[in-house]
């Protein structure tokens, strides 16, 4: 598999992750059969005339049981890096999702560089959002970065993610 397929199959991973986090939360799911239906049923397939991606299946499933197995630790991490002591939990659900799969990354998968974490996950908020949340998404990751991973951004200015995986 070439490098760019396999950077196009875990971006499609992170946004069904970051949808199966949603489904979780929203309906108190349980993760492994969450994941199982993802696999099977979701990622890679056409349902009601929408095409989901083909995705790496062990990078989502790492992505979904690592927020859930961490979520105490990420929700604090992110509620660190909010403005004006707002807490995760007060955040737009897929807002939340989209900063916890970012979050595990920054903090569990040091194969992928900062900038292109951040980038992806702009990416994912602009497939829900127009408006202010992928900025917002990037101002977060940013600081998360630069704590979890102290001197992989070199400049001061918010990241300019421009990395591909």
Known sequence: M??????????AARLGA???LYQIEAADGTPSIVIQEFIDIRLGSEIEGVEYADADPDF????VNGVHGQLDTIDEKIGGALSGGWATNRLDRT???ILRAGTYELMARVDVPSLVIINEYVD???S?????EPGFVNGVLDR?????????LKDNSPA???GKE
């Open 2 to 11: 070439n490098e760019n397929s396999q950077g196009v199959r875990r971006s």
């Open 18 to 20: 970051v949808q199966a």
């Open 60 to 63: 989502f499933t790492d992505i």
């Open 95 to 97: 807002v939340r999702q």
């Open 124 to 126: 994912v908020a602009h």
């Open 128 to 132: 829900f959002y127009e408006n202010q």
């Open 144 to 152: 998360l970065s630069r704590d979890l991973r102290p001197g992989e």
């Open 160 to 162: 300019k993610a421009k």
